[in-house]
């Protein structure tokens, strides 16, 4: 059965940078699209990045824009977040998803894969 395992996350200062990861277990990125999302205490979950199959496309939330980077190796099937210029803002449980990618974000649909989710705190 595939799984989605994460890597990264923690605690981490203001205006530092960090990276997720997202690798691919018992199943194959080749062609999936896969996106980020987020989810805020006391928030609704949000999607951050999305990328194509094909990495052709690529989708970010304005939050994110110009700060957060999505990529994706596929001989390795894995999927990255690469954050920069953290905010206290950006704290969240950081998921890692498979879907249908649209102009308008990822689709999630049932027989779709999610991370298990990973704690990022920025904070002094």
């Known amino acids: 059965q595939g799984k989605l395992v994460q890597s990264g996350g923690g605690l981490v200062q203001p205006g530092s940078s960090r990276r997720l990861s997202c690798s691919a277990s018992?199943?194959?990125?080749?062609?999936?699209?896969v996106g980020w999302f987020r989810q805020a205490p006391g928030k609704e979950r949000e999607e951050i990045l999305s990328?194509?199959?094909?990495?052709?496309?690529?989708f970010y939330a304005d939050s994110v824009k110009g700060r957060f980077t999505i990529s994706r190796d596929n001989l390795k099937d894995i999927v990255y977040l690469q954050m920069t210029n953290l905010k206290p803002e950006d704290t969240a449980i950081y998921s890692c998803?498979?879907?249908?990618?649209?102009?308008?974000?990822?689709?999630?649909?049932?027989?779709?894969?999610w991370g298990q989710g990973t704690q990022v705190t920025v904070s002094s």
């Open positions: 990328m194509s199959s094909s990495g052709s496309k690529t």
């Open positions: 018992g199943l194959t990125l080749d062609y999936a699209a």
């Open positions: 998803a498979t879907g249908e990618y649209t102009d308008y974000g990822l689709l999630v649909g049932h027989d779709d894969y």
